[in-house]
C-alpha cells in the first residue's frame, strides 16, 4: 500500500507540472485608464475545483518609449476568504509568482515613481517612459491556487498610461484555469479514479 501510494502521488505531480492551462482574457485596455481600484469577479469564467492564477500583460507592439501599466495591492479571493493575500510588491517578487519577457527587453519591475506611479510605494510597473530603448511584451503571473467555491474576484489598485494615439499600448489581465479535482481537497481514491 505504501508503494502504490507513493507511485501515485509522483504521478499526480507529474500531472500537475504538465497540466494545460486554458488563457481567458478578463480585459484589455488601449487607451489612457489613469489610477483606479479595479475589482472584477471572474466566477463566469471558471468553474469551483479549479486550478488558477492571473497574468498581468503589459506591450508596446513592437514599439519603444511608450508609457506603462503599475499595479500594487493586489488580492485574490472567494467567499471562503483569501486565495492570494494582498500583495503589495515591499519586498519585489513572492517566490511563488514570476514573470516573462517573451524575448523582449522589457520587463516588470520594482518601483517608487514613474510616468504611471501609484500613491503607495513601492509598486509593480513596466515603466517604458524611463527605458526609451526598451520593447515590451512583459508578463507578471501570480500564485496558482485552488478555488473550491468558484466565486473568485482580483482586487488591485492600476496605472495605465498610453503615450499619444491608442493601437500601440495594451494592458491586458488573463485569468489562466485547469479543470479538476483541487489537491487540497481529494481524496486517495478520487486521485486513483484520475489514473484509471
Not at 499595479?71 to 476568504?81: E, Q, R
Not at 510597473?125 to 468558484?150: E, K, M, N, Q, R
Request: with cysteine.
Amino acid at each position: 500500500m505504501r508503494v502504490f501510494s507513493l507511485i501515485i502521488l509522483i504521478a499526480l505531480t507529474s500531472v500537475v507540472a504538465n497540466a494545460a492551462f486554458t488563457q481567458v482574457e478578463v480585459f484589455q485596455w488601449d487607451a489612457d485608464h489613469g489610477i483606479t481600484a479595479e475589482s472584477w469577479d471572474v466566477s463566469s469564467l471558471i468553474n469551483p475545483n479549479d486550478s488558477i492564477y492571473f497574468e498581468f500583460n503589459y506591450t508596446t507592439g513592437g514599439q519603444t518609449w511608450e508609457w506603462g501599466w503599475s499595479i500594487d495591492n493586489v488580492t485574490v479571493f472567494d467567499s471562503d476568504g483569501d486565495l492570494i493575500p494582498e500583495e503589495t510588491f515591499d519586498t519585489w517578487l513572492p517566490t511563488d509568482w514570476y514573470q516573462e519577457q517573451n524575448g523582449l527587453d522589457g520587463l516588470w519591475e520594482q518601483l517608487s515613481s514613474g510616468y504611471t506611479s501609484l500613491p503607495e510605494v513601492p509598486y509593480a510597473g513596466c515603466d517604458s517612459d524611463a527605458h526609451s530603448g526598451w520593447a515590451y511584451d512583459a508578463s507578471l503571473f501570480t500564485a496558482t491556487v485552488i478555488t473550491d467555491p468558484g466565486d473568485v474576484t482580483i482586487e488591485f489598485d492600476s496605472s495605465f498610461e498610453v503615450n499619444g494615439a491608442s493601437g500601440f499600448e495594451y494592458a491586458t489581465m488573463y485569468v489562466w484555469w485547469e479543470e479538476g479535482v483541487g489537491i487540497e481537497s481529494a481524496s486517495l481514491g478520487e486521485i486513483k479514479a484520475a489514473f484509471k
